[in-house]
């Protein structure tokens, strides 16, 4: 796969420092007392609008930054970093959920017994390109095996169902009438899907949970981290609403010993206006799992700056420099551009959080917000100092160092084939 310039650039660079390529010399430059000014120079961005912020050396725990940090801000989609971990927290992070459809004893009635799996989706798209299970596969594996019987037209049917997300029902529901079948949904009880099943014709099977998480961050989707989180807060035994996801946060936040003062939770995507953090406490929960490997899914299924997920298009013309170096969940609502996770600088890494939620309303104060925070970052893990390696003679004083080389001004290897070395497909 070919990349734009930008991009074929940056990855190039990052490749080179990971295996080796650039000299031994090449060296972060920026001291911790430079990120502090910068930092405090780039939150005064209009563009940021007053935002939020800390940043934290995560090898000290020194607090580098911070601006309202202990304020309350609407945190948008890096909301869904409380909520996936509170799902591997309370979940066993190997669980698959089934789902399985039979055929009943009684005429023209099909069961459908399953687990409330998270992974079901109705769009085509999503089951061909993510492997989800799809609703229609369901229902067009029954309506086959009706017409396989040769009961005549089928214009009515039954489901039996235990196991199944309303929405899914309905969604169901609506499939079958589109293909003209009334079909009329009841529950049954787990323990009497047995005594009533002629045969199984249909499973369908969701990958872990861990991996369920991991795609959950990557592509920031709202109801997948919706439904794992209240799996989670089902298994403890609070209530599959609203109230229920706040209750298991706020539980799996006491349980790593992390304070919940300043958090409001409404729901667990950060889709409603009205959730509330503050800037510390994402910032104490993503230095708490870090190297915790109960917790490595919420690491590994962080966007990648340049490369992977919801970050896959930014950084490659904002700051080319951090391509591959950083690790965060973004979040977008209108009025609102937050960022959460990693980066990393030469043999250091630091824990980073933004929110900015008093930006305009509209596209092209979001695209400078976006941008800002990019550079800012970017200022982080830009510098590297390139020093010429030629041979020397004894009689030959030794050279000077190349002055500063902006990693942007390289130029990208090209194969034979045209590809940029060292490039990806793009995703994680």
Same mark, same amino acid.
């Given at each position: 796969m070919k990349f734009p310039p930008f991009r074929a650039t940056a990855l190039l660079t990052v490749a080179a420092v990971i295996t080796g390529i650039l000299p031994a010399s090449a060296a972060p430059l920026t001291t911790a007392a430079e990120i502090s000014r910068i930092f405090a120079q780039i939150s005064l961005s209009p563009y940021l609008a007053d935002p939020s912020m800390i940043? &934290?050396? #995560?090898?000290?725990?020194? %607090?580098?930054?911070?601006?309202?940090?202990? !304020?309350? #801000?609407?945190?948008? !989609? &890096?909301?869904? %970093?409380? !909520?996936?971990?509170?799902?591997?927290?309370?979940?066993?992070?190997?669980?698959?959920? %089934?789902?399985n459809l039979s055929m009943a004893i009684a005429p023209r009635t099909v069961i459908l017994q399953g687990e409330l799996d998270p992974w079901m989706t109705g769009s085509y798209k999503s089951a061909k390109t993510d492997h989800r299970a799809w609703l229609p596969y369901l229902a067009n594996k029954a309506i086959s095996e009706f017409a396989a019987r040769g009961e005549g037209t089928l214009n009515e049917i039954t489901v039996k169902q235990v196991g199944l997300y309303s929405g899914d029902i309905s969604y169901l529901r609506g499939y079958f009438k589109k293909k003209g079948i009334l079909a009329k949904f009841s529950a049954i009880k787990a323990d009497q899907v047995g005594a009533a099943t002629e045969r199984a014709i249909a499973t369908t099977t969701s990958p872990s949970v861990s991996d369920m998480v991991k795609f959950a961050l990557t592509w920031s989707d709202n109801l997948l981290a919706e439904r794992l989180v209240r799996a989670a807060a089902r298994s403890i035994g609070f209530t599959n609403d609203d109230a229920g996801v706040a209750n298991a946060i706020k539980k799996m936040l006491t349980t790593l010993e992390i304070s919940d003062a300043g958090l409001y939770v409404h729901d667990g995507s950060g889709l409603s206006k009205g959730d509330r953090v503050t800037v510390r406490l994402v910032a104490d929960l993503l230095l708490k799992i870090r190297g915790n490997a109960k917790f490595a899914a919420v690491y590994d299924g962080l966007p990648i700056s340049g490369v992977s997920g919801t970050l896959e298009d930014r950084f490659i013309k904002t700051a080319p420099q951090a391509v591959g170096l950083v690790r965060a969940k973004t979040g977008t609502l209108n009025g609102t551009v937050s960022l959460a996770g990693y980066v990393e600088s030469g043999t250091r890494e630091y824990v980073f959080v933004a929110i900015a939620d008093r930006i305009k309303k509209g596209s092209l104060a979001t695209q400078r917000a976006r941008s800002t925070l990019d550079k800012l970052l970017g200022r982080i893990t830009a510098p590297f100092t390139l020093l010429t390696q030629q041979p020397q003679s004894s009689s030959t004083p030794s050279p000077s160092p190349a002055p500063e080389v902006e990693i942007a001004d390289l130029t990208p290897v090209v194969t034979e084939t045209g590809a940029a070395l060292g490039s990806t497909d793009g995703r994680l």
């Open positions: 940043l &934290i050396d #995560r090898n000290t725990g020194e %607090v580098l930054f911070q601006k309202d940090e202990g !304020s309350l #801000r609407r945190p948008a !989609s &890096i909301l869904k %970093v409380l !909520s996936a971990t509170t799902a591997l927290e309370f979940l066993d992070p190997n669980k698959k959920y %089934v789902t």
